[in-house]
């Protein structure tokens, strides 16, 4: 079983940046992909971004690409999530997810383990 902990949340002001990290337990991360997903009280939990762990190939939506970047180091089974030039409407619970050999990697009912999630703020 794989234990995920987000951190790096908080306040930011529009067009601030934030990192988010994920740090795993119990378990490496190796041949895991890596997702962040992220989710507004009464919505549904959107895809963000996605890493593989073969090539290490990303993944982003439309809405965070240019602005987001995911990363891991596997040595310190972690992956990160740098969110630059923020917007208000980027304001959310982001959630870590790992699953195992995964293609699709914006769906959520592919992951097995999710972290608990760290809220982001972003004022205009």
């Known amino acids: 079983q794989v234990q995920l902990v987000e951190s790096g949340g908080g306040l930011v002001q529009a067009g601030g940046s934030l990192r988010l990290s994920c740090a795993a337990s119990k378990r490496t991360i190796n041949g895991y992909t890596m997702g962040w997903f992220r989710q507004a009280p009464g919505k549904e939990r959107e895809f963000v971004a996605g890493i593989s762990w073969t090539d290490r190939t990303t993944y982003s939506s439309d809405s965070v690409k240019g602005r987001f970047t995911i990363s891991r180091d596997n040595a310190k089974n972690t992956v990160y999530l740098q969110m630059n030039t923020l917007e208000p409407e980027d304001t959310d619970v982001y959630y870590c997810?790992?699953?195992?050999?995964?293609?699709?990697?914006?769906?959520?009912?592919?992951?097995?383990?999710w972290g608990q999630g760290t809220q982001v703020t972003v004022s205009s």
């Open positions: 997810a790992a699953g195992w050999n995964i293609r699709e990697v914006a769906v959520t009912s592919r992951y097995a383990y």
